[in-house]
C-alpha cells in the first residue's frame, strides 16, 4: 500500500508544480502526464502530454507517454500512431542512451536523459504488445 501512496503523492506533487508553472510549461505538463499515467489515470495522461506537446515541450517523450496511455487503454492502433510520430520527433542529441544535455527554463536546471526516452520507448513497445505496464 505505500508504493500507491508515494504515486499519489507524485501525483499531487505535480499538480502543484504546474499550478506554480501558471498551467504554461510544457515540462510541468510532462511531468503531471506521467503521474497522471503511473496513476492509471489514462485520459489525463494523454490530455497532459498533448497539452505539453502544444506548449513546445519535447514531441518524443510526450508521444511516447500519449503511446503507453493509448495502448493500456487498448487502442492499439493510436498507440502505434504515437510511437512512430515519437520515433519521427526523437532528439539527435538523445540519440543513445548514455546521452544527455541541460537546460536552465526560467531559471531551473533540467536534465534530459536519452536512457530516459530508451525506457519510455521500451515501455510503449511492451504496453502495445501486451496492453500492460512496464516490461519486467
Given at each position: 500500500m505505500a508504493g500507491r501512496k508515494a504515486l499519489e503523492d507524485v501525483l499531487d506533487d505535480a499538480k502543484h508544480a504546474d499550478r506554480l508553472a501558471g498551467n504554461k510549461r510544457g515540462d510541468a505538463k510532462r511531468i503531471l502526464a506521467k503521474?497522471?499515467?503511473h496513476n492509471d489515470q489514462l485520459d489525463r495522461a494523454i490530455e497532459e502530454a498533448r497539452y505539453a506537446i502544444d506548449l513546445g515541450d519535447l514531441p518524443a517523450i510526450n508521444h511516447l507517454l500519449i503511446a503507453i496511455a493509448e495502448a493500456k487503454r487498448g487502442n492499439r492502433d493510436a498507440a502505434r500512431a504515437n510511437l512512430s510520430?515519437?520515433?519521427g520527433a526523437w532528439p539527435e542529441r538523445l540519440a543513445?542512451?548514455?546521452d544527455w544535455y541541460a537546460t536552465a527554463p526560467a531559471g531551473q536546471l533540467w536534465f534530459e536523459s536519452g536512457a530516459e526516452l530508451?525506457?519510455?520507448k521500451a515501455e510503449a513497445e511492451y504496453a502495445i504488445k501486451t496492453k500492460s505496464g512496464t516490461p519486467p
Open positions: 503521474a497522471y499515467l510520430d515519437a520515433l543513445d542512451e548514455r530508451h525506457a519510455l
